[in-house]
């Protein structure tokens, strides 16, 4: 029944290690998002896919590296792990692009030591 | 630098008072979302606003979009503890990037 799923909800992992989160959402939508938020609830976008294609790419160390298989799955791997990596990744989707809704999935809480 | 500031931070208030968030800018947005977020979970969407100085009335809550499309706010009438969260406005630029602001945390003491 979950709209958008992620996993795993809890990640703790050592510097320099390599890791990847999954995002899947059931609701037919053709945008997904990747989001980070801070220890001080600031949210903003990293990555945006549309129809399997990236739309936006903020300015995101290519450490991170997003992966859109199909429609319905937006996942992110981030290589060599740094201390400032720690922090709630959250995967969203919406009908369309534009001023559409955004379905938020759980989030990824990382913790990266 | 963000491009949207909320305020206040923090605001923590007894149940039945009325309280009033900020969301400011200096550019002007396509459309301004509000979001609540709590604990351990996603935001979620409690409107969208397109028009300059439209309003919204959502049972207790209205929300305000500026005239000029670069400011937002959101009242609460009555406020109830079950309105305690993380409120996070976000406005459209380009038509599909979203700029989240800092976040108003709300605690509704019964």
């Known amino acids: 029944d979950t709209a958008v799923s992620q996993t795993p909800k809890y990640l703790v992992t050592q510097m320099g290690n390599d890791k990847s989160i999954k995002c899947e959402q059931n609701?037919?939508?053709?945008?997904m998002y990747w989001y980070k938020q801070d220890s001080k609830k600031f949210l903003k976008i990293m990555f945006s896919?549309?129809?399997?294609?990236?739309?936006i790419n903020e300015t995101v160390p290519n450490r991170f590296s997003p992966k859109s298989p199909d429609k319905a799955h937006l996942n992110l791997h981030i290589n060599s792990l740094e201390l400032g990596d720690s922090a709630v990744y959250f995967c969203?989707?919406?009908?369309?692009?534009?001023?559409?809704?955004?379905?938020f999935g759980p989030g990824t809480r990382l913790l990266v030591l | 630098t963000q491009l949207l500031e909320q305020s206040p931070q923090f605001l923590s208030i007894q149940e039945g008072e009325n309280l009033t968030v900020y969301c400011n800018s200096s550019?002007?947005?396509?459309?301004l979302q509000w979001y609540r977020q709590e604990p351990g979970e996603g935001p979620v969407l409690l409107v969208t606003?397109?028009?300059?100085?439209e309003v919204k009335k959502l049972k207790r809550l209205t929300f305000q979009f500026g005239d000029a499309r670069k400011d937002s706010s959101l009242h609460i009438t009555a406020a109830q503890p079950g309105d305690t969260g993380l409120y996070l406005c976000?406005?459209?630029?380009?038509?599909?990037?979203?700029?989240f602001g800092s976040g108003t945390k709300l605690n509704v003491k019964p």
């Open positions: 969203a989707s919406s009908r369309q692009q534009g001023q559409e809704t955004q379905y």
């Open positions: 606003v397109v028009t300059g100085g």
């Open positions: 896919y549309n129809n399997k294609e990236l739309i």
């Open positions: 609701l037919g939508h053709d945008t």
């Open positions: 976000a406005g459209v630029r380009n038509f599909n990037k979203f700029y």
């Open positions: 550019s002007v947005f396509s459309s």
